[in-house]
């Protein structure tokens, strides 16, 4: 099975600071990385899918990178609403994997 | 608009047996396959199952194979995951999630979520 790892598991931030949450694989997984967002109690939401491509409707203050084993996920300018908690997700192979998580609050 | 609607879950005993359902509208749901992801309590997303548009293609995560069998009724607009054999460790959110293409595996719209509480 391939291991998702993220980084760091929380973190604080202030609105306008510029926020990046790392996403490891334990192999090769090409592009095949997906980012969501999940604010508690809601559903996860798709934000970045294939590593780099946006969701419709997504800001575009998000941007996504890399390939192979090391992806980021990146918030320009945080704003309000994008306090959540973010996961990686690979789908490359079944099983398919998620990363632990990323909580992002206000500092 | 994509609509998922997950239903039954609940309370049940350490051994027991649930089916979960996901009424699915709003996009031609034989084209897409579907999954199911569970979240315990104050954890993280646990991909459980995946089924292909046709139905013919099932896959599951190794802690519930054996256990949870995946299915759909295209005719019905309908998902189901069958739960049997249930342990406190499968006690969960479970949301069913619609693939964002037909065989993509990234999930684009996700149902509410049902809650399943396996305890004595």
């Known amino acids: 099975d391939i291991q998702m790892t993220q980084s760091p598991s929380s973190l604080s931030a202030s609105v306008g600071d510029r926020v990046t949450i790392t996403c490891r694989a334990s192999q090769s997984i090409g592009s095949y990385l997906n980012w969501y967002q999940q604010k508690p109690g809601k559903a996860p939401r798709l934000l970045m899918y294939a590593a780099s491509s946006f969701q419709s409707g997504v800001p575009s203050r998000f941007s996504g990178s890399g390939s192979g084993t090391d992806f980021t996920l990146t918030i320009s300018s945080l704003q309000p609403e994008d306090f959540a908690t973010y996961y990686c997700?690979?789908?490359?192979?079944?099983?398919?994997?998620f990363g632990g998580g990323t909580k992002v609050e206000i500092k | 608009e994509v609509q998922l609607l997950e239903s039954g879950g609940g309370l049940v005993q350490p051994g027991g047996s649930l089916r979960l359902s996901c009424a699915a509208s709003g996009f031609t749901f034989n084209n897409y396959a579907m999954t199911w992801v569970r979240q315990a309590p104050g954890k993280g997303l646990e991909w459980v199952s995946a089924i292909s548009g046709s139905g013919g293609g099932t896959y599951f995560a190794d802690s519930v194979k054996g256990r949870f069998a995946i299915s759909r009724d295209n005719s019905k607009h309908t998902l189901y995951l069958q739960m049997n054999s249930l342990r406190a460790e499968d006690t969960a959110v479970y949301y069913c999630?619609?693939?964002?293409?037909?065989?993509?595996?990234?999930?684009?719209?996700w149902g509410q979520g049902t809650l399943v509480t396996v305890s004595s």
């Open positions: 999630a619609k693939y964002r293409t037909g065989s993509s595996r990234d999930f684009d719209y």
């Open positions: 997700q690979q789908s490359h192979s079944i099983p398919l994997t």
